[in-house]
Nanobody, 122 residues
Framework: HVQLVESGGGSVQAGGSLRLSCVGS????????IGWFRQIPDKEREGVAG???????SYADSVKGRFTVSQDNAKNILYLQMNSLKPEDTAMYYC?????????????????WGQGTQVTVS
């Protein structure tokens, strides 16, 4: 069972940067398909970035070239470096992990979630 705790959110002006952290416990998050999502009230949750156990990454088109997902396996932390932030990036950001250690696929079940961290860009 994986527990995830996000931090690093805050308020920033457009063009600024933030780095989100997601600390994992209970298992090595590097073994899982794990990623970042964001949600605005009354809107559907959006996948932002994901990372595989082999280090390969994927991004939503809206954040490509601005956001970078990475993980520190020694510390069991997932990061999301967000640069050139825009007001439309304002949302609650969550990290999530698959239900079982395996590669990302259509079978991925995002069963483990953190509590979220708010990002506000003005």
């Amino acid at each position: 069972h994986v527990q995830l705790v996000e931090s690093g959110g805050g308020s920033v002006q457009a063009g600024g940067s933030l780095r989100l952290s997601c600390v994992g416990s209970g298992d090595t998050i590097g073994r899982y398909c794990i990623g970042w999502f964001r949600q605005i009230p009354d809107k559907e949750r959006e996948g932002v970035a994901g990372i595989e156990s082999d280090g390969s990454t994927s991004y939503a088109d809206s954040v490509k070239g601005r956001f970078t997902v990475s993980q520190d396996n020694a510390k069991n932390i997932l990061y999301l470096q967000m640069n050139s932030l825009k007001p439309e990036d304002t949302a609650m950001y969550y990290c999530a992990a698959d239900s079982t250690p395996r590669a990302c696929s259509a079978k991925t079940r995002w069963d483990y979630w953190g509590q979220g961290t708010q990002v506000t860009v003005s």
